[in-house]
C-alpha cells in the first residue's frame, strides 16, 4: 500500500510540474501574440499608423476637392475672366479699381444699385478744414456667384503719414510702381508684399473691402440663416455664432479665384486710416451701429449715411458697433486652447504669417505691433478702448458691438478674444 501511495504522489507531483510549463509557454506564447500585435498596430508601417496616415490624406484630398469645386464654380460664375484697372488714373488721383469677370461697377441712384455704364463714377475728393468730409464717393462694385449679389468698396494704394498730437492721418493715394514712399511717409503695408507686415505676396494697386459685415446667404432682417455660404448686404443679420477658425474658412471658400479672405489687422488699418483722413470723415468720429438685432448698416443706408466712413451710401458700414468683429490676426506664442481649438486651419503655435493672415510674435503693444494695424500708432483715439493681445486671448476683435457703451466702441477700438461669442462677426476681402 505504501508503494502504491508513492507512485500516486509521484504522478500528482509531475502533473503538477506539466501544468507549470503549459502554463509558462501559454504566457511566453501569449507575450509574443501580443507584442506581434502592438507591432502590427504601431509603427511605421502599423495599423493605427496607417489609419492616421490614410484620415490625414483623406482630409487633405476633401481639401484639395474643395478647391477644384470652388474653382469650377468660380469659373461658372464668370470670376476666371480677364482682370481690367489697376493702372494709374490721372484724373482721379487714384489707381483705377480693378475687376474681374463677375465684378461691376455701380452707383447708388433712385434708391437702388445701377451698373455705372462709364466705370468712371466715383471719386476721392479731399475735405477741407477739420469738417466732416461728406464729398467722396468711393467706387463700390457687385460680385454676383450663384445668383446672390455681395457689395465691395475699392481702397486704393496710398502712404500715409500720422500726427500723433493732432490725431490726425494725411495721406496720399500712389501709383502701384511707386514702392518707395516720399519722406515722412509709409506705404500702407497691406498695399505691399510683406506679408510678415500684413502685405500680399505682390505690390497691390489697392483693396476690395466687404461694405457690409458678412452674412450668410440665406440670412434676412429676422433670420440669420444656417448657410456656411457667405453674402455682402444691407439689411440682414450678421454671420456670428462660429469659431473664428470656421468664419476664416468660409470667408477663403467665397471665391478662389478672387483671393478671399477674412479682414486681417493691416486691412483694418487700411480702411480706418482712410476713412479717418481727408478723403474720408476728416476726424468726424463715424457713428455705432446700435441695431439689436445686429442687421447690417442699422438697416437703411440712406438714413445712416452718418455710419458711413465717407458720410453718403458710397463709404463702407458698420465700422463702428454692428457685431464686433474678428480679424485673421493672431499671436503664436501659446497654449492656449483659444488658439489651438478655435483657430481651426489658419492659426498655429508658432504660425508664421500668409498673405490670408497676420502672425504677432509677442504682447508687448508698443513693441510687437504691426506698422499701419491701427493699435499702437492710433492707440486710445477717439477714446476709443484699446487692450493688445496676450495670451489666453490670442485673436484680435475690432469695432466694438451695437451694445458697447461709449469708448467700448469705434474704428480705433481693438480688443482681443479667442471663442465663439454670439456679438463677433467678421469682413470679407477680395484682391485681384
Not at 509603427?43 to 483623406?58: H, M, P, S
Not at 478723403?279 to 468720429?285: S, W
Not at 498655429?348 to 497676420?358: D, F, K, P, V, W
Not at 495670451?391 to 466694438?400: A, D, E, M
Request: charged share 20%.
Amino acid at each position: 500500500m505504501k508503494v502504491k501511495n508513492k507512485i500516486k504522489e509521484g504522478k500528482k507531483e509531475n502533473n503538477k510540474a506539466i501544468t507549470l510549463i503549459a502554463l509558462v509557454i501559454t504566457i511566453i506564447v501569449l507575450l509574443i501574440l501580443a507584442g506581434v500585435s502592438i507591432a502590427m498596430l504601431t509603427g511605421e508601417n502599423g495599423i493605427l499608423t496607417q489609419a492616421q496616415r490614410a484620415k490625414t490624406e483623406t482630409e487633405n484630398a476633401q481639401v484639395v476637392e474643395e478647391d477644384r469645386l470652388n474653382e469650377y464654380e468660380d469659373y461658372i460664375n464668370g470670376a476666371t475672366g480677364v482682370v481690367t484697372g489697376g493702372e494709374w488714373n490721372e484724373e482721379k488721383g487714384v489707381n483705377t479699381p480693378t475687376l474681374k469677370g463677375n465684378m461691376e461697377l455701380v452707383r447708388y441712384e433712385n434708391g437702388e444699385w445701377v451698373k455705372d455704364e462709364t466705370g468712371s463714377n466715383y471719386s476721392y475728393v479731399a475735405g477741407s478744414g477739420t469738417a466732416d468730409n461728406n464729398s467722396s464717393e468711393w467706387a463700390n462694385a457687385v460680385v454676383t456667384i450663384d445668383g446672390v449679389e455681395s457689395y465691395f468698396v475699392w481702397i486704393p494704394r496710398y502712404e500715409y503719414k500720422i500726427d500723433s498730437d493732432t490725431h490726425t492721418i494725411d495721406v496720399k493715394f500712389i501709383p502701384t510702381t511707386q514702392t518707395t514712399a516720399d519722406e515722412g511717409y509709409i506705404i500702407h503695408p497691406a498695399f505691399t508684399n510683406n506679408v510678415d507686415m500684413g502685405g500680399w505676396t505682390s505690390e497691390l494697386s489697392g483693396l476690395w473691402i466687404g461694405k457690409y459685415e458678412s452674412s450668410r446667404v440665406d440670412a434676412t432682417g429676422e433670420d440669420e440663416g444656417i448657410s456656411t455660404k457667405i453674402k455682402v448686404q444691407p439689411n440682414v443679420k450678421s454671420f456670428r455664432n462660429e469659431t473664428i477658425g470656421d468664419m476664416y474658412t468660409y470667408a477663403r471658400a467665397y471665391s478662389s479665384s478672387l483671393n478671399s479672405h477674412m479682414l486681417k489687422n493691416s486691412e483694418w488699418g487700411a480702411v480706418v486710416y482712410l476713412t479717418h483722413s481727408k478723403y474720408g470723415r476728416n476726424g468726424t468720429e463715424v457713428t455705432q451701429n446700435r441695431n439689436s438685432s445686429y442687421i447690417t448698416a442699422n438697416e437703411n443706408i440712406e438714413e445712416n449715411t452718418n455710419q458711413s466712413s465717407t458720410g453718403n451710401v458710397y463709404g463702407i458700414y458698420d465700422l463702428s458697433g454692428g457685431a464686433a468683429e474678428y480679424v485673421a490676426s493672431y499671436y503664436n506664442g501659446t497654449t492656449n486652447s483659444n488658439l489651438t481649438d478655435n483657430g481651426g486651419s489658419f492659426a498655429s503655435i508658432n504660425g508664421i504669417s500668409t498673405e490670408y493672415a497676420m502672425v504677432y510674435t509677442g504682447i508687448t503693444e508698443n513693441i510687437d505691433y504691426k506698422m499701419g494695424d491701427a493699435t499702437y500708432e492710433t492707440r486710445g483715439w477717439n477714446e476709443d478702448y484699446a487692450n493688445f493681445i496676450n495670451s489666453n486671448t490670442p485673436f484680435f476683435i475690432r469695432g466694438g458691438a451695437n451694445s458697447s457703451p461709449s469708448g467700448l466702441v469705434g474704428i480705433f477700438y481693438f480688443a482681443t478674444y479667442g471663442d465663439i461669442n454670439n456679438t463677433y462677426s467678421f469682413r470679407m476681402c477680395i484682391i485681384i
